[in-house]
């Protein structure tokens, strides 16, 4: 069964950061593009970053471009996204995603996979 296990949110003031983590089984952090989506009341999900295996190719949401850097360890299987300058409408349910495609991932779309979503909670 393949597991996503997200930590790291959790509430901060306008202008703080925060870094998420996502620990997958090796299958799944080698064989797929993982990432990042969100998802806040009333609001449809939205794709946050993505990175591909193999070379590591990164894509961005034109909202986070310049404050989000995603980024992968395959020594823990993990995918990290380092959150800067965060903004109030940061605020969401923020969910770790596996799928084969990057594409899937960043548009938004149903992936293959995902877990149990972290809050981040941004106050102004």
């Known amino acids: 069964q393949v597991q996503l296990v997200e930590s790291g949110g959790g509430s901060v003031q306008a202008g703080g950061s925060l870094r998420l983590s996502c620990a997958a089984s090796?299958?799944?952090?080698?064989?797929?593009?993982m990432g990042w989506f969100r998802q806040a009341p009333g609001k449809e999900r939205e794709g946050v970053a993505a990175i591909s295996p193999g070379v590591a190719v990164t894509y961005y949401a034109d909202s986070v471009k310049g404050r989000f850097t995603i980024s992968r360890d395959s020594a823990k299987n993990t995918v990290y996204l380092r959150m800067d300058s965060l903004k109030p409408e940061d605020t969401a349910m923020y969910y770790c995603?596996?799928?084969?495609?990057?594409?899937?991932?960043?548009?938004?779309?149903?992936?293959?996979?995902w877990g149990q979503g972290t809050q981040v909670t941004v106050s102004s």
């Open positions: 995603a596996a799928d084969p495609s990057c594409r899937t991932v960043l548009a938004g779309g149903t992936p293959d996979y």
């Open positions: 090796r299958y799944t952090y080698s064989n797929n593009c």
